[in-house]
């Protein structure tokens, strides 16, 4: 894994790339340490063109700049997806363009049962891939400190509700859909299905889970993890940052509480893109098995295509059992989806600034 390279140069990269906005034949936005910048320059030796990558912190950032800015390629999340689709800023994907991945053959099944889920999801789903090529995917667990003794156990007894034992060192991902979705899936109520009722009884249990031992944070983790720096007993984290803490430390583990989020990212292009048929080249390109590959192994994110998995699985990085299990997305036993919801959205963030500000 190269990702401490990675956070070492990531500002300078998105600087100097920035800074080439103008010249740019392709102009991508994406999150932050998200792409493999060695394949970006092989498609640029490849095709003559020069690529800009434009980085985001958040979904939330990322939605309200595709609405006022002109980007040929975007990397949202799926209830980002959901939401440029449903105001009509994006092109329907003409999946006879993408030849180098075949929806049908080449994803691998776990990804195609979550994507069918989420088609159908309560009576009204959103068709991922009308608009979208998948790029990585994954769930959100809980990272765990297996060398502390009787944790393992409690960690698979408790699920969620570990977050508020003030005895452990605990840290919040400092998301409000996050937050709220782990705080409501303790009790089996869904994010999207809760009431103002139970979005209230939540925002009060985050706040009781607060303690001098709890942090709330977000990539931080992956620095933190440096050498084997994580200071956590339990932290609510993203398979793939799991995966790659875990391979920079032995004793962390990775566990999916019963009730979780799944959430699949995907390459889209907006409506005013301004060189759509170069950015299904670039597409084509990064989801190639050989780009992918090379992509995937620097990331460490679940790859949409089967055969890379597999590839991956069988080298010394991600062979080893808790860090396979983790990267093949297992162990998913009831699967949610964030959604498309301003009225949600808006509620989440006021009730999740209450539980920051509070001591």
Known sequence: ??????????????????????????????????????????FEKETGKK????????????????KVNSYDVVIPSDYGIEELAKEN?????????????NKETDLNEGLKTQLELLKTDGG???????????????????????????????VKSQGWSILADQTLETMIYDSSRDAFMAALAKDNIRLDEAT??????????????????????????????IGGKTPYDVAMVYSGDAVYIMQETESYKYYAPELTNVWIDGFVIPQNAKNPELAYEFINYL??????????????YTSPRSDVVL???????????????????????????FRYNNKLKESLVDAWGEVKASR
Request: with cysteine; glycine share 4%.
């Open 287 to 300: 989801s190639s098995y050989d780009a992918n590959l090379e992509n995937t192994a620097e990331i460490g």
């Open 124 to 154: 009204h789903g959103f068709d991922f891939l009308e608009y979208a090529v998948p790029y990585f995917w994954g769930s959100l667990g809980l990272l765990y400190n297996s060398s502390v003794e009787g944790l393992e156990e409690k």
């Open 196 to 225: 103002d009722a139970q979005i209230k009884a939540a925002k009060e249990w985050l706040i009781s889970a607060k303690g001098k031992k709890t942090s709330i944070k977000s990539d931080e983790i992956l620095d933190e993890a």
């Open 1 to 42: 894994m190269k990702k401490i390279w990675l956070l070492a140069v990531s500002v300078f990269s998105v600087f100097i790339l920035a800074g080439c906005n103008l010249e740019a034949d392709l102009k991508i936005y994406l999150p932050n340490d998200y792409i493999n910048k060695d394949v970006v320059r092989a």
């Open 89 to 101: 800023y994006l092109q329907k994907i003409d999946w006879t363009k993408i030849e180098a991945l």
């Open 51 to 66: 690529v800009a990558l434009v980085t985001f912190d958040s979904n939330e950032v990322a939605l309200s700049q595709v």
């Open 311 to 337: 590839e991956l699985l069988e080298t010394d990085e991600f062979k080893e059992e808790r860090i396979a299990s983790t990267f093949k997305v297992e162990g998913i036993v009831q699967s949610q989806f």
